[in-house]
């Protein structure tokens, strides 16, 4: 039986890191993590690490995006402004 739930509590975290999770679904699996936290602080590690590096990769994932649209318009203002 503890193999099993650490075999979902695995899935589940590969889940929330998944890129292609809706924004419901994410919110959902979020609370779940976090209830699972609450009530197993055996797993308590497990959940920060999983929102730990989500929050990570999609903010330097955002980072990034938002830096290659603000020189991609400057470059572009740079051109026709020549």
């Known amino acids: 039986m ?3 739930a650490n075999h979902v509590m695995d899935l589940l975290i590969k889940f ?7 924004s419901v679904n994410l919110m959902t699996c979020m609370g779940s993590l976090a209830l699972i936290a ?3 602080p055996q797993f308590m590690s497990n959940v920060i690490q999983g929102i730990y590096i989500y929050i990570y990769i999609y903010l ?4 990034i995006y938002n830096n290659f649209f603000i020189f991609f318009e400057r470059f572009n ?3 026709h402004n020549a």
């Open 77 to 79: 203002n740079l051109c």
């Open 60 to 63: 330097y994932i955002y980072l």
């Open 2 to 4: 503890e193999e099993e």
């Open 38 to 40: 609450k009530m197993r």
């Open 16 to 22: 929330h890191g998944s890129p292609h999770v809706s």
